[in-house]
């Protein structure tokens, strides 16, 4: 016997009675909607977040810091 094939098998049952459940209900879909829009949105602001972060990080690694001589 094998129960973490038992495990997948039942898993994989639950999302496919839960899925059609919802798929038939219309309950939430406002909800969801809502959810993956403002998920959207964050990923995109992560996106551009580490975008200028790299770009900041690459100007300022040219900024010469070398102490002038003498001085």
């Not at 999302?15 to 909607?33: C, K, M, N």
């Not at 900041?56 to 810091?65: D, H, Q, W």
């Amino acid at each position: 016997m094998q129960p973490i094939h038992h495990q997948v098998a039942f898993l994989l049952a639950w999302a496919d009675v839960t899925s059609r459940r919802l798929a038939r209900s219309e309950r939430g879909a406002a909800t969801t909607e809502t959810v993956i829009i403002t998920a959207i949105f964050a990923a995109l602001a992560l996106a551009v977040g580490a975008i200028i972060v790299a770009k900041v990080t690459g100007k300022a690694e040219s900024i010469p810091t070398d102490a002038p001589a003498g001085g």
